[in-house]
């Protein structure tokens, strides 16, 4: 009996009638498989299980096939990670802290240019050998901040001063309240230099002068000017005396009658000897040669009239040679200064 092509339908074909002798090689596929149907022991193989045994190799993972969401929280730990393999990109605003940063790992090169400010640098950190040549201009320079210490010896040229150096001889020269008072000192006078026309007020002042510094050697008019006085009684008595024969010295005061800077006194002298060998002696001080007043007679008031020069203090040495009641009798007529 011939059959035709296709004759033979499923409902032909008797239960468990397609034996695996007829079924031809590679003849069933995908499609002749149901749901399910392959189990554990239709395989020639071990079937996978949980955790796999053995694990996968790379190769049997497929290129991109392992996404952020099959890696497990802290699963990529630093020997996982390449080289070089994280960029700028793969790091998070804020995650690279000061604690992540190895020492020494900031370099300069890897500072952009204007990245540190006044708050990055730590107060007294810039030391003279960090600063550049011609670093520091006069911008930055604080007012006030420039101090003696701070200036080298000799650095200040004229070419530095805003003001013209004085030259010699001064123009113009110094006036009067250009010299403070007590200044014009002995030293500083040219012997001869204070002439008639100087001890009138000039440009150099009375009190511009140190008490007693013009002295004889710095007038060119002897002792200078003389200033009268009207006496009208004697200054100076007997009972103002020690009359023991003794140089009694600074006895005789007379700084509250003479002013300051008197170089000499005019004195009249009376003076009453009881014997011839009787005397009155003064004299400046004890390196200067005294003045004697007696005479050969017997009692009799003898008067003198007296030039001689006074120190600063206005205080004279004398010496009485007469121990009874004589009269002496001084009066200041005058100085000179």
Do not use: C
């Amino acid at each position: 009996m011939t059959l035709k092509p296709y004759e033979v339908k499923t409902v032909n074909i008797a239960t468990k009638a397609v034996t695996e002798e007829k079924i031809g090689d590679k003849a069933i596929e995908a499609r002749h498989i149901a749901e399910g149907a392959v189990t554990p022991d239709k395989l020639t193989i071990t079937p996978v299980s949980r955790p796999l045994t053995p694990g996968l190799d790379t190769a049997e993972i497929k290129d991109a096939a392992v996404t952020s969401t099959k890696i497990a929280p802290n699963a990529v730990t630093t020997d996982h990670i390449a080289a070089d393999a994280v960029a700028t990109d793969d790091i998070k605003d804020g995650a690279v802290t000061r604690d992540k940063i190895r020492d020494g790992a900031v370099t300069k090169e890897k500072m952009a240019d204007g990245t540190i400010g006044t708050a990055e640098i730590i107060d007294g950190a810039i030391t003279a050998p960090k600063l550049g040549t011609n670093s520091v201009t006069s911008a930055k320079i604080a007012a006030g901040a420039v101090k003696t210490g701070e200036i080298a010896d000799a650095a200040i040229t004229p070419a530095k001063l805003s003001f013209a150096i004085p030259t010699r001889p001064l123009v113009p020269p110094i006036v009067a309240a250009e010299i403070a008072t007590d200044a014009v000192e002995t030293a500083k006078i040219k012997n001869q230099a204070v002439t008639n026309d100087k001890l009138a007020m000039n440009s150099v002042e009375t009190e511009k002068i140190k008490d007693g510094e013009v002295t004889p050697a710095k007038a060119s008019v002897g002792f200078g000017r003389y200033v009268p006085r009207p006496a009208a009684v004697w200054d100076l008595q007997s009972a103002n005396f020690t009359r023991d024969g003794n140089w009694h010295v600074d006895g005789m005061d007379l700084s509250s009658i003479v002013p300051v800077g008197a170089i000499a006194i005019a004195l009249q002298i009376e003076y009453a000897q009881t014997t011839s060998d009787s005397y009155l002696i003064f004299r400046q001080n004890d390196t200067k040669l005294p003045i004697r007043l007696n005479n050969q007679v017997g009692i009799q008031i003898n008067s003198f009239n007296v030039i001689m020069p006074i120190d600063a203090d206005r205080l004279i040495d004398y010496a009485v040679n007469d121990s009874l009641d004589v009269v002496i009798g001084v009066a200041v007529l005058g100085w000179f200064i």
